[in-house]
């Protein structure tokens, strides 16, 4: 009876200390979960997703950007790519991520303004489920041609497109893309009819171009101004209003096609519902990066046209204007994508 009464005794006193360690276990987690709750923004890093292939525009500006962001804020900023449908998918993922500033969207205006009107349902609203924090600058696409391709200039283009309708071939990174939908407008306002290959990211389309499986490509000047400057791929024409300061001996297509223009921008989101207090902090440190000059220069070495100081309001008036507009292309070109 001794040893039942002491085996009782201990069995408890066990679960008393093991009960008292869960509790003190308890009591810490919830210590570490509210002190890093209200730790100042930010304390952590933060992760910059980037809904393109690696290599493309938006990744060699999310980088670039990123690095100087994370210097300004103290602390890492990571870019991840989560590339597919347009864009669609790492969109998406940015929306639904915590709304605590430590998940960012940056992204392109072929995605967050062109999308919403080609995809029946992309999965996002791209004004109502993000805040702007900084509209970054513009880039141009090209059009390009292999090196072997017999024509020397657009109108050369025009000229055998229209004794050939439908047989020749042009790249982009996707259905939907800006750069498909730059085709369909030199096809609409040029009266010819390029055939579009969609592939999945700018990179391969590139990459079947410069090994001659097709002739033609949009490509942002970024993602391209390499091969370029390495005489890999020759530049026709410039997608935006005027010549770039990249590339100035190569003319733009409204000189050829007069009113055609299209360009893409670049810029920085949250998801809707982050903090004013937080907000104010990102929208801070990408006012400061983009004042400086080493980030200036790296970028304009890229061919980014950046754009001049914008208020996050004045980016949501552009961002609805681009809606409207990429809308009234989008239906006359009968693109769309289930």
Request: charged residues 15%; contains cysteine.
């Amino acid at each position: 009876m001794t040893t039942t009464r002491f085996s009782a005794s201990a069995s408890t006193t066990r679960r008393a200390l093991l009960w008292t360690a869960a509790l003190g276990l308890g009591l810490c987690s919830s210590a570490a979960v509210l002190a890093q709750s209200t730790a100042p923004y930010p304390s952590r890093p933060i992760l910059m997703v980037v809904p393109q292939a690696a290599g493309g525009t938006n990744d060699i500006v999310g980088r670039v950007v990123s690095q100087k962001l994370g210097e300004l804020l103290g602390t890492p900023v990571a870019v991840e790519n989560r590339p597919g449908a347009g864009g669609n998918i790492g969109t998406q993922y940015a929306g639904k991520a915590a709304k605590d500033g430590y998940t960012l969207l940056m992204t392109i205006s072929s995605s967050q303004a062109i999308n919403p009107a080609i995809y029946k349902n992309p999965g996002f609203d791209p004004v109502k489920d993000f805040k702007p924090i900084a509209l970054i600058g513009a880039v141009p696409n090209v059009l390009l041609a292999n090196p072997e391709f017999p024509v020397k200039s657009v109108k050369e283009l025009i000229t055998l497109a229209k004794a050939k309708p439908g047989f020749y071939q042009y790249a982009s990174a996707g259905n939907g893309t800006l750069n498909h939908l730059l085709g369909e407008m030199l096809n609409s306002m040029a009266g010819i009819q390029l055939q579009h290959v969609p592939y999945k990211g700018v990179a391969p389309a590139l990459n079947d171009v410069l090994g001659g499986q097709l002739p033609l490509v949009f490509a942002s000047l970024p993602s391209s101004l390499a091969q370029i400057k390495a005489g890999k791929l020759k530049p026709l024409a410039v997608s935006s209003p005027r010549r770039s300061p990249a590339l100035p001996d190569v003319p733009a297509l409204s000189e050829i096609v007069p009113g055609y223009s299209g360009t893409l921008w670049i810029g920085l989101f949250a998801p809707a519902g982050v903090s004013a207090e937080v907000l104010a902090k990102l929208q801070d440190g990408m006012s400061r990066a983009l004042a400086s000059k080493d980030l200036r220069d790296k970028l304009e070495l890229q061919g980014v046209e950046l754009a001049p100081p914008t208020t996050p309001e004045q980016f949501t008036v552009l961002l609805n204007e681009d809606i409207a507009r990429w809308s009234q292309i989008v239906k006359s070109s009968g693109a769309a994508v289930d």
